[in-house]
């Protein structure tokens, strides 16, 4: 017995599947050398929150001030990759480096709750060459 219809409704159907399995896959997050994970909040109590946009290789702003309990958001707008990564601070008992360390792909954020005073530089160690790729968070 032949089936009437739509011969190509088999390769359709798994076209949909394929698409959807692939959407399941898109965005996933990952981290950088053993780094923390883009989008999670990292720290004490929340404060205020503030953004830093990576964007034509560069942090923006370059210094950016907040308070104690404040929560910062890196959000990457550039096709490139960029990473998240702490190079030094002066708050106390605080890890100078690893303090922090996400790997960001386009679109994708990353956020950290500073719950000591301090100034705590970071870069993107991709493209830490640049020295817009540079950048300070104070914390009083």
């Not at 692939?22 to 404060?47: K, M, R």
């Not at 910062?72 to 008992?93: E, F, M, Q």
């Amino acid at each position: 017995m032949r089936l009437r219809g739509n011969s190509r409704l088999p390769a359709v159907v798994l076209g949909v599947i394929v698409a959807i399995v692939l959407a399941g896959c898109g965005g996933a997050a990952y981290g950088s050398g053993g780094g923390l994970t883009p989008t999670p909040v990292s720290g004490g109590a929340g404060g205020t929150g503030t953004s830093v946009t990576i964007q034509d290789y560069a942090f923006s702003p370059q210094t950016l001030t907040v308070k104690v309990g404040d929560t910062v958001t890196w959000v990457n707008k550039d096709a490139a990759p960029h990473t998240v990564t702490a190079v030094g601070s002066s708050a106390l008992d605080a890890t100078p480096t690893g303090l922090f360390d996400a790997q960001l792909s386009e679109g994708q954020t990353f956020s950290f709750t500073f719950d000591k005073a301090g100034t705590y530089e970071y870069e993107c160690t991709i493209h830490k060459s640049m020295q817009s790729m540079h950048a300070t968070v104070v914390v009083k």
